[in-house]
């Protein structure tokens, strides 16, 4: 049986937002070791306007790294898409040509070298996408998008790029190689939300059914369901492509008690099987890695809401990574990690709702394998 989730609720799912109530440092003595508390750096804002949240991140280099979300995050009819860019020193928002209605909330952002993609929804019902080279962007029309078509995540690599969503009631999958476009419309029913492009022309895409998790798999130039461990209620929201023979995707299992527990699945190059993850209320939003098999996943525990969450994952165990708690009741919802190489750190962005439901952009940043935090 599908769920359907309130109109509030829809948006905040599809924006993929996560909310702080402060973005000051805690008052508050942190009980936890030193070492893990300093892991985290302060959280921080890229200043979008009232009831802003960033949706997704995607880093090139520790001076080339881009957000997306939306502003008036409560009126659909009102919110504006933000597309945002860290220079090194400063997060600027950076303005969309060839638009004359403008985007209502962007989802999903992928960077590639020389070219970066962002899509959402548009005011005028179409769906929305845009591509730049980084110092200015334009809205993309594909004459293969419909009115009423939906796209929810986007991966890009040097020349090739794939956007996923759904058409009706059908996963939809739009590639673009060169300069030619593709759409492929997956056999059954359900949605796709995440995707990722591998070098060796592999790709991978999640979602649900409705009724539980969903992959298809780019193989010889066709995109196709494969088979999954059976998960009741399950559903996949990001993925992350390690390797051909290890892959990662995360999501969620709705609970009879009302709640949503954790689901992880891992790829090893012939099949997926679930892996054991913590927590009763546990919702994961994104998944990142270094390319050497390890990851983090960015979530909220709603059993303690007011902390920054990310889990890791090596191959063999997942352990629960927690920031300070917050001096004021918050919520803070990390939706979308990125994993920079250079500095082995990791970037998470969401937004924090306080206890007024005030929704304010949030950026954290992760100092992975026991690197400090750049300034």
């Not at 990851?295 to 090596?314: C, H, K, N, Q």
């Not at 352990?319 to 979308?336: C, E, F, H, M, Y």
Request: net charge positive; hydrophobic share 40%.
């Amino acid at each position: 049986m599908t769920r359907r989730l309130p109109r509030r609720a829809l948006a905040l799912c599809a924006g993929g937002l996560l909310l702080t109530a402060s973005l000051s440092p805690p008052a508050h003595a942190d009980p936890r070791p030193a070492s893990v508390a300093e892991a985290w750096q302060a959280p921080t804002s890229a200043r979008l306007s009232s009831d802003g949240s960033l949706s997704d991140v995607a880093g090139v280099s520790t001076s080339d790294i881009w957000a997306v979300g939306q502003e008036s995050v409560w009126d659909i009819w009102q919110s504006r898409g933000a597309l945002t860019h860290w220079n090194g020193s400063t997060w600027t928002e950076v303005g969309i040509r060839n638009d004359p209605t403008g985007a209502g909330l962007l989802r999903s952002v992928a960077a590639a070298p020389g070219q970066v993609w962002a899509v959402g929804e548009g005011h005028d019902g179409l769906p929305y996408l845009a591509s730049g080279s980084g110092t200015t962007f334009d809205r993309v029309v594909v004459d293969k998008l419909h009115v009423g078509d939906w796209l929810a995540g986007v991966a890009a690599l040097p020349g090739r790029m794939a956007a996923v969503g759904r058409r009706g009631e059908q996963p939809l999958v739009l590639t673009q190689t060169g300069t030619k476009w593709k759409l492929t419309q997956i056999k059954g029913r359900g949605t796709l939300y995440g995707v990722a492009l591998s070098g060796k022309g592999d790709g991978l895409a999640v979602g649900d059914t409705g009724t539980g998790p969903l992959v298809v798999r780019l193989s010889g130039n066709r995109w196709k369901q494969v088979s999954v461990p059976a998960v009741p209620g399950g559903y996949l929201r990001d993925v992350y492509f390690d390797s051909p023979k290890r892959a990662l995707a995360v999501g969620g299992v709705y609970l009879r008690s009302g709640g949503v527990g954790p689901l992880i699945l891992s790829w090893n190059g012939k099949r997926w099987s679930r892996v054991k993850a913590p927590g009763d209320d546990v919702r994961l939003y994104g998944v990142t890695g270094d390319r050497k098999g390890r990851f983090w996943i960015s979530g909220v525990d709603m059993e303690r809401p007011g902390e920054a969450f990310l889990l890791t994952y090596d191959g063999h165990r997942v352990k629960t990574v927690r920031g300070a708690d917050g001096a004021a009741p918050r919520t803070i919802r990390l939706q979308s990690v990125t994993y920079l190489t250079a500095t082995g750190t990791v970037w998470t962005v969401g937004h924090v709702v306080d206890a007024s439901g005030r929704y304010t952009d949030v950026v954290e940043r992760f100092g992975a394998a026991g690197r400090p935090v750049e300034p």
